[in-house]
């Protein structure tokens, strides 16, 4: 089993797809008129939001689960998220017959620990700060013996995550451009191995909040700098660029852009309407990078990832 | 050209499926092992809520328009509707390069008129009741020589219809029940045609709201009886069953099953919840109809065409 902590290649990728392959959607590709028109471009959206869990997380926690040796699982998995990373590492280890462990803060919306109990994982929860978490994690990883599940600083996740754009450019190898949001990099950085891979001229481009541009001033300081801010809409990203990811995305991503909140809620709107399908804030990022001009795709064929649509139906951003 | 007023056939179909091809989008079957364990059964969602326009209305209208002589054609369509069938009309005849004309009621949603108009299509406005929209249409008629398309009481339009089906059980051929809303018919009869043609032991169901049941009446009756409300929230299944997909109703359509309003809403957003997509409330209607047990589908697989998804995100019912 390849080293968590060493860089991930291609190769992990291709294997990794082979992985989840029994367990993961296959997520269809959905392009709409209506976007392209607004996008003087053709845009075509891979939806991980019909990922099992919503989200591309699945991809990436269902590859390590399903890597772990058999001694190493059977002392189960374990992360603290409240968000998509905790379903997935909650189904992936229901799914191989595991048990998993999960950290949340006793804040976490019900809604969130109802959804990964009733995957069958044992929530422990702890004070709503990352010293808490992490010693909480620490007491439980000590007492089982279970793996813990970085949600993007680990090798496995990011070759797992980088599948997705490994399908996408299989089914639409005339992409010139490849965008996803940025937030711990895991998706960024693994979709970079997928695409340079198989397309090395292709366009690779990160995309933040304005309030959680911690990628793009990383990027400009040769190291990583933390967010700042924890307030933006796109929830999704609003931790600091991971050690591991940060050393693919510098290499392989070609940008880095920002938006600012009123054009994530507004592009996240328009695809609610125009493709009648829910994405979370997160996702809508690229979309408004686009909106904005602040990527050049005129006459273009651009791809972008759907990450995932896990949102509260019941306090909508309009 | 096939009459549209004699009963259309398989081999309508087919030849609508080749017609629509090059415009209509091959939309997706999803499923959810959320939604399953709901309902006890497999449930695959074609999601002709991702088809142009957001609704499977354009298969119909396009197949009807690209069908007309060039004579015809020339002179253009004409519809009333101030729903998903206006703008199916209206795409469809922008991507032919010819004139649509279409009768909306002068209370009519703005954003429906505009996107109406976005495609083209010249609005007439007129009093919103049944008697000026038919003659407003007549005048229209009239004046311009154009073709009227029925939203549904038309074989050509039936027969577009019917490709979604066609599609559905290529792709999943080993469904054992096939459902879908009934309104004006259309989709339910050419569903039927598609289904019982390539499956005869297949079920199919019409599913409706208790408060627009006039399809399930005019079966007991024998004649097409009329809707007594107009107040369900599914407010594509308000209208009556047409003549022309009533005869093929009685002949292929095993059951007609009713729903609860707070089930079609209660159904409504667990989809949006379950599997991110925006559905309309008509087509929540056969999902409710399972989780209420209306139609026993344990343990088998069925197939449901998820209709729209064109909401008002401004005002939902919840």
């Known amino acids: 089993m390849k080293s968590s902590t ?33 996008a003087g471009a053709q845009l075509f959206f891979k939806c991980e939001n019909f990922q099992k869990v919503g989200a591309f997380k699945f991809r990436g926690g269902c590859n390590t689960i399903m890597s772990l040796s058999e001694a190493d699982a059977q002392k189960g998995v374990a992360t603290h998220s409240s968000g998509n990373h905790a379903q997935a590492i909650a189904l992936a280890a229901k799914l191989r017959g595991i048990n998993a462990y999960v950290v949340m803060p006793d804040n976490a919306p019900k809604v969130k620990v109802e959804a990964v109990r009733n995957y069958g994982a044992e929530v422990t929860f702890c004070e709503s700060t990352l010293e808490a978490r992490e010693s909480t994690l620490q007491e439980v990883v000590d007492r089982t013996g279970a793996t813990f599940v970085h949600p993007y600083n680990d090798a496995r996740v990011i070759a797992g995550q980088g599948t997705s754009a490994y399908e996408f450019l299989n089914s639409n190898p005339d992409l010139d451009v ?14 970079s191995i997928s695409a340079k891979a198989i397309k090395p001229e292709i366009l690779v481009i990160g995309c933040e909040p304005e309030l959680a541009d911690d990628g793009l001033r990383s990027i400009k300081s040769g190291k990583i700098e933390p967010v700042l801010r924890t307030d933006t809409i796109a929830d999704g990203l609003r931790t600091s660029v991971g050690d591991l990811p940060f050393q693919i995305i510098k290499q392989n991503v070609d940008d880095i852009v920002t938006v600012s909140e009123e054009s994530i809620i507004e592009a996240m709107r ?28 005129k006459g273009k064929k651009a791809g972008i990832i759907i990450t995932g649509g896990n949102v509260d139906l019941g306090s909508l951003p309009w």
């Open 6 to 38: 060493s860089l991930p290649t291609f190769k992990d990728v291709l294997q990794a797809s082979k992985t989840i392959e029994p367990y993961a959607h296959k997520t269809p590709v959905l392009h709409s008129s209506f976007v392209d028109e607004r």
């Open 178 to 191: 490849l965008l996803t949001p940025l937030g711990g990099g895991g998706l960024l950085s693994g979709s």
């Open 270 to 297: 328009f695809i609610w309407e125009r493709m009648n399908m829910i994405i979370e804030p997160s996702c809508a990022v690229p979309i408004a990078a686009i909106f904005e001009g602040k990527v050049d795709v």
